[in-house]
């Protein structure tokens, strides 16, 4: 089994910064696939951004290109969103997962192993 533990969500205003990290516990998450995904009230869980367990490749949601990076560190066994340019349609309650599938990275229902959640609120 995996757990996984999202932190560093909070208030931020229009145009400012946060890190998201995510840490896992109970196996090393080296040879999973990873992403985070996002739900804002009343709408659907989103695909955000995924990073291959290799590391070789990173994929992000058209509305987030440029603006946040994904990153992992294998040693420490957490995995990163850094979000800069925030906007308020960036509001949402930000999910990190973790697959042992390969492929598939933008579709929720093939990941494995969920977080609980951190919310990310930014005000105009």
């Known amino acids: 089994q995996v757990q996984l533990v999202e932190s560093g969500g909070g208030l931020v205003q229009a145009g400012g910064s946060l890190r998201l990290s995510c840490a896992a516990s109970g196996r090393t998450v080296s040879n999973y696939d990873m992403g985070w995904f996002r739900q804002a009230p009343g709408q659907d869980r989103e695909f955000v951004a995924a990073i ?15 603006r946040f990076t994904i990153s992992r560190d294998h040693a ?49």
């Open 52 to 66: 291959s367990r290799s590391d070789v490749s990173t994929y992000y949601f058209d509305s987030v290109k440029g």
């Open 76 to 124: 420490q066994n957490t995995m990163y969103l850094q979000m800069n340019s925030l906007k308020p349609e960036d509001t949402a309650v930000y999910y990190c997962a973790a697959k042992g599938s390969i492929g598939s990275y933008r579709i929720s229902a093939r990941y494995d192993y969920w977080g609980q959640g951190t919310q990310v609120t930014v005000s105009s």
